[in-house]
């Protein structure tokens, strides 16, 4: 069985490794840029495969981030090295034993943390390429407060469905009611600096905007490892 955090760094690898696929304006956008982070997914899933046991799957998904990694350029490979990504990503899922519910969280948890570092990555590219236009950055941000938006709406729902569980968390003033707190705190705060970065943005302040960024990025990071942790170590999903 995996480890809390390996369920974790599992989510943050898968994120990041699709982050690519779903770039807004992917025409205006260097390709070094679009490898970054394809490279740091491929460095995270080295560590994943570390932390995880060496079974047949965890190996798989390995491999196929090096793939993806090493022949980006080459669309037939790197459609098969996605398909066995998510072949491998599945057998993982299928392994955890989850419900419906856990799959949705866990793939919106998947693309949080992959969008929210790559929009951050994304607003630091600006530096050294000073001429790409703005409207990628303001497209790409308005594609991250989406996924928050759409995180908050399913853990509004995962609430109403488990309030007698936190009732009984209240009531016991288990330490856990603090990391349930703390979830619902970060949650709620990363929209609200990703809306700060977009108004940066829009108004072509670069580095304002990417400082609010790495803010978002951070934010995102303890949000995401609590919730994984209260879900597969106390059977909490939110």
């Known amino acids: 069985m995996s480890s809390w955090f390996s369920i974790f760094l599992f989510t ?94 866990l793939g919106l948890s998947s693309l949080v943390n992959g969008c929210a570092l790559g929009t951050m990555l994304l607003g630091h590219s600006y530096l050294s390429n000073k001429l790409m236009s703005f409207t990628v950055l303001i497209n790409n941000t308005k594609l991250l407060l989406l996924f928050f938006i759409l995180n908050i709406l399913f853990s509004l729902f995962l609430i109403s469905t488990q309030l007698p569980v936190f009732k009984e968390f209240y009531d016991s003033s288990d330490l856990v009611l603090a990391f349930i707190v703390l979830r619902f705190a970060t949650e709620v705060i990363s929209p609200f600096l990703t809306l700060m970065a ?41």
């Open 12 to 105: 943050f690898t898968l994120g990041t490794l699709i982050y690519p696929l779903i770039l807004i304006n992917k025409k205006d956008i260097t390709e070094n840029f679009i490898r970054t982070p394809i490279y740091v997914g491929l460095f995270l899933s080295l560590i994943y495969l570390m932390i995880a046991d060496k079974s047949p799957q965890n190996i798989t998904f390995f491999l196929s981030a090096l793939l993806i990694s090493f022949f980006w350029n080459q669309s037939i490979i790197k459609i098969i090295g996605y398909l066995v990504l998510f072949g491998a990503s599945g057998v993982i899922l299928y392994k955890l034993n989850p419900n419906f519910k856990d799959v949705i969280k």
């Open 198 to 238: 977009l108004k940066c943005a829009k108004l072509h302040s670069n580095q304002s905007a990417t400082g609010i960024l790495y803010s978002v990025c951070t934010v995102v990071l303890i949000s995401e490892i609590t919730n994984i942790y209260l879900h597969f170590s106390r059977g909490i999903l939110v």
